[in-house]
């Protein structure tokens, strides 16, 4: 069984940061790429960033040059640091992690950000 858990979600001032870590925990043989997803209410769940085992990033538009993505391998762990957020930022993200071709997703964990 794999779990992944969310943390460091909470409500920010618009133009501050937070940092999101995503632990992993299991059976876990080894974990391929890894990735960050936002909903926001009355929309669909988005791509906010992927990372892959080999430390490659990938960025949606909207976050580039605010958000950093990072994992730590020997923790089976993930990041978000998310800088200068805005309003349009506030959802619930979410962790996903690709683990021997099966897909997992953490519970979520909200960000709001105040104007």
């Known amino acids: 069984q794999v779990q992944l858990v969310e943390s460091g979600g909470g409500l920010v001032q618009a133009g501050g940061s937070l940092r999101l870590s995503c632990a992993a925990s299991?059976?876990?043989?080894?974990?391929?790429?890894m990735g960050w997803y936002r909903q926001a209410p009355g929309k669909q769940r988005e791509l906010v960033a992927t990372?892959?085992?080999?430390?490659?990033?990938n960025y949606a538009d909207s976050v580039k040059g605010r958000f950093t993505i990072s994992r730590d391998n020997a923790k089976n762990t993930m990041y978000l640091q998310m800088n200068s957020l805005k309003p349009e930022d506030t959802a619930v993200y979410y962790c996903n992690a690709n683990i021997i071709g099966i897909a997992y997703w953490g519970q979520g964990t909200q960000v709001t950000v105040s104007s």
């Open positions: 990372v892959t085992s080999g430390g490659r990033t």
């Open positions: 299991g059976r876990i043989l080894g974990i391929g790429a």
